[in-house]
Nanobody, 124 residues
Framework: QVHLVESGGGLVQAGGSLRLSCAAS????????VGWFRQAPGKEREFVAS????????AYVDSVKGRFTISRDNAKNTAYLQMNSLKPEDTAVYYC?????????????????WGQGTQVTVSS
């Protein structure tokens, strides 16, 4: 079982940046995919970004394209989500997840390990 811990969330003004980290322990990520999801109050959990094991396949939800960048360091068992030009609508709890596929998957059911989440709040 992979234990995932997110960090890096916080309060930021619109237009600002945050970098989320997801550290894996117990077992490594490999050779599977890593994804970031988010859930705002009263809304369903939604896909944000994902990255394949070799980082050659990356996917983003349209609303974050050009603003967010997902990456991973397999040697450090850590994944990242760099978030720039943040908007109030990005406010949510952000979750890291890992799954067995080597591709960058976009559905929650493609992932079998989840972190507990980190709050991101963007003020206007």
């Amino acid at each position: 079982q992979v234990h995932l811990v997110e960090s890096g969330g916080g309060l930021v003004q619109a237009g600002g940046s945050l970098r989320l980290s997801c550290a894996a322990s117990g077992r490594t990520f490999g050779p599977g995919c890593v994804g970031w999801f988010r859930q705002a109050p009263g809304k369903e959990r939604e896909f944000v970004a994902s990255i394949s094991w070799s980082s050659d396949h990356i996917a983003y939800v349209d609303s974050v394209k050009g603003r967010f960048t997902i990456s991973r360091d397999n040697a450090k068992n850590t994944a990242y989500l760099q978030m720039n030009s943040l908007k109030p609508e990005d406010t949510a709890v952000y979750y890291c997840a890992s799954g067995p596929s080597r591709m960058a998957m976009t559905r929650t059911y493609d992932y079998n390990n989840w972190g507990q989440g980190t709050q991101v709040t963007v003020s206007s």
